[in-house]
């Protein structure tokens, strides 16, 4: 079974700190997404990465595979409130047969007004 | 367009009783899948369908529960019976395509409580 380990676990931050993300496995995954998940919803992707070394920005996030695509990073620059929630990373699964998305441990970031 | 349905959102029950758990996926997505989370083991796969039929049950946890998608509009996913460890909240998701271009929609999730 693949696994997917995040760190760090908890993060609390002041507002227009910068913080990175990790997302680290043994395993090859064939692409990796990432999902923000607030309170009380659902998970909403955010990115999705399938090339080793690709890196994606969404506004102040960045986004990046590694270049084996066994490890992931989000860089979250200036930080803001509206950015709390849980992080999860989730990697497609090339062994199954059926092929599915294994999810992380999550990152749980409080930014601080 | 309304998202994925989920109901009820919130389920209490007693040990011993059975449970279901419904879906309405996104019009015109031709996949749906069911997730359990919990803080001890995260966000888990359950089961997912493609055009009604399933594909990988292989993250169902025992007989006791069982999962159905009798027309592309609705999912059911039952646990009888029901036990305490499975207090979670379930999410439903669908997706237009799968896998790597797709995006999973997810729903609002019900949160279970079996005493």
């Known amino acids: 079974t693949q696994l997917l380990e995040q760190s760090p676990q908890f993060l609390s931050i002041q507002e227009g700190e910068n913080l990175t993300v990790y997302c680290n496995s043994s395993s090859v995954f064939s692409s990796l997404q990432w999902y923000r998940q607030e309170p009380g919803e659902g998970p909403v992707l955010l990115v999705t990465v399938v090339t080793g070394g690709e890196v994606k920005k969404l506004k102040r996030l960045t986004f990046q595979f590694g270049d084996a695509r066994k490890d992931s990073s989000l860089h979250i620059t200036a930080a803001q409130p509206g950015d709390t929630g849980l992080y999860l990373c989730?990697?497609?699964?090339?062994?199954?047969?059926?092929?599915?998305?294994?999810f992380g441990t999550g990152t749980r970031l409080k930014v601080l007004a | 367009d309304a998202g994925v349905i989920q109901s009820p959102r919130h389920e209490v029950t007693e040990m011993g009783q059975e449970v279901t758990l419904r879906c309405k996926p996104i019009?015109?997505?031709?996949?749906l899948f069911w997730y359990r989370q919990t803080m001890m083991r995260g966000l888990e796969l359950l089961i997912y369908?493609?055009?009604?039929?399933?594909?990988?049950d292989s993250g169902m946890p025992e007989d006791r529960f069982s999962a159905k998608m009798p027309n592309a509009s609705f999912s059911t996913l039952k646990i009888q019976p029901s036990e305490p460890r499975d207090s979670a909240v379930y999410f439903c998701a669908s997706s237009l395509v799968y896998p790597t271009a797709g995006t999973q929609y997810f729903g609002p999730g019900t949160r279970l409580l079996v005493l």
């Open positions: 989730a990697g497609g699964d090339p062994t199954s047969g059926t092929y599915k998305y294994i």
């Open positions: 019009s015109g997505h031709d996949y």
């Open positions: 369908f493609n055009n009604n039929v399933p594909i990988d």
